[in-house]
């Protein structure tokens, strides 16, 4: 758990770089590896609430994961869709094959989509100053 909260900050860190926004619509990121170009993931157009308690639930399904695997299995629980993802059929986690995830998929998983869920969380700094007490 100190491992994959350890990855969480990182990942939290970098960010701290992307601006987030609410969008229009859900976005659908493919996979940029050229084995995979037809893997892809549907971001939803603003992260909510449902999708802290489906990081929260997908932690505690998967207990004893290393860290890449459970960062994984949160990213894979908190998109509103995914496809071409070889070892995942379904929606039902309980029928994943993790085993059968390509490294790659899993980096690129990870990177894109938890890095743009923790932007969420980032505040943007009021740089005007502070307006006076009535």
Partial sequence: ???FKAQLKRLL???QAISYRVRQESRKLSCPHPDYLKASVTLPAEWLGKHA???DRAIKAFPG???D???FVVAMHIVDGFSNIPGLVGADP???KLEMVPI???SWVNDAVLSDFLAAYSVPKNSSAPSPAE
């Fill in 1 to 3: 758990m100190a491992d």
């Fill in 13 to 15: 860190l970098a960010s």
């Fill in 53 to 55: 308690i489906a990081k």
């Fill in 104 to 106: 790659p998929i899993i």
């Fill in 94 to 96: 309980a029928q994943w």
């Fill in 69 to 71: 695997l459970t960062n």
């Fill in 65 to 67: 994961l290393d860290p």
